[in-house]
C-alpha cells in the first residue's frame, strides 16, 4: 500500500505570499501529525489531529498557520504572508487507531524556501 | 524543561563498537517510547518501540526502557558506518491527548 503522501516536495515562494501544504495519510490512520524541521535541527511539533479534530494546536508558531483535515484523511498546512523565517522541510507522520501513540509513518515532506 | 531531552552529540564509534543513544522525558506517565533514525536529507524512520520496563532486542539493537528513572535509551552493537545518522526519540504524551514529541536528536558517526 501507498505511504504517507505529501505535496510539493519542493516549494520556493516570495516573502509575503501564501502557501498550501498537502498531506494524504496512509488509509485508515486516524493520527496525523505535521512537524517542521529547519536545516540541522530537530522536529519541531505544529499541530495534531485526530481524525478531523485537532486537540493539540499548541505548536503553531503563529497566527499564520493553520491547519484543517477533512473527511479524517486529507490534511493542508497554510501558511499566510511567509516569511524567512518559514524556510523548513515540513513534515507530515500518520499513525493507526488502536493502541495510544502508535508508531508514526512519516511522509517525504515538502521542502519550503521563502525568498 | 524541554518534553523529551537528548544529548545533541555528534557522538562518534569505531566500527564494530557498540554505540549508546540516551533519551530522557518529563511526563512521568509517559507509556510509548520510540527510537528514529534519520539520515540526511531524509525522513524518520521507526527503529524500535518500546512500552514496558527492561530491554527490547531487536538484530543489534537494543532499546532500553526505565520509567522510574524516566530514560529510554538505545544500543547499537557491532555499529557499522551505514548505521551514522540522526538518531530521534519520542515519546508518547498522555498530558498533550498521547501527542508525539521528538528529542532534538543525536547525531552518530561510526568510523571504518
Known amino acids: 500500500g501507498a505511504g504517507v503522501s505529501q505535496s510539493p516536495s519542493n516549494k520556493v515562494t516570495e516573502k509575503g505570499k501564501d502557501v498550501e501544504l498537502r498531506c494524504d495519510p496512509i488509509s485508515g490512520h486516524t493520527a496525523l501529525y505535521w512537524y517542521r524541521q529547519s536545516l540541522g535541527q530537530g522536529l519541531e511539533f505544529l499541530i495534531y489531529?485526530?481524525?478531523?479534530?485537532?486537540?493539540?494546536k499548541s505548536g503553531l508558531p503563529s497566527d499564520r498557520f493553520s491547519a484543517e483535515r477533512t473527511g479524517g484523511s486529507v490534511s493542508t498546512l497554510t501558511i499566510q504572508r511567509t516569511q524567512q523565517e518559514d524556510s523548513a522541510v515540513y513534515l507530515c507522520?500518520?499513525?493507526?487507531?488502536?493502541?495510544?501513540?502508535?508508531?508514526?509513518?512519516f511522509g517525504n515532506g515538502t521542502r519550503l524556501t521563502v525568498t | 524543561q524541554k518534553e523529551v531531552e537528548q544529548n545533541s552529540g555528534p557522538l562518534s564509534v569505531p566500527e564494530g563498537a557498540i554505540a549508546s543513544l540516551n533519551c530522557t522525558y518529563s511526563?512521568?506517565?509517559?507509556?510509548?517510547f520510540f527510537w528514529y533514525r534519520q539520515y540526511s536529507g531524509k525522513s524518520p524512520e521507526l527503529i524500535m518501540s518500546i512500552y514496558s520496563n527492561g530491554d527490547k532486542e531487536d538484530g543489534r539493537f537494543t532499546a532500553q526502557l526505565n520509567k522510574a528513572s524516566q530514560y529510554v535509551s538505545l544500543l547499537i552493537r557491532d555499529s557499522q558506518p551505514s548505521d551514522s545518522a540522526t538518531y530521534l526519540c519520542a515519546v508518547g504524551v498522555p498530558a498533550l491527548n498521547n501527542d508525539m514529541r521528538f528529542g532534538a536528536g543525536t547525531r552518530l558517526t561510526v568510523k571504518p
Open positions: 511526563d512521568r506517565v509517559s507509556q510509548s
Open positions: 507522520a500518520s499513525s493507526p487507531p488502536g493502541r495510544a501513540n502508535s508508531p508514526l509513518h
Open positions: 489531529f485526530q481524525g478531523n479534530s485537532a486537540p493539540d
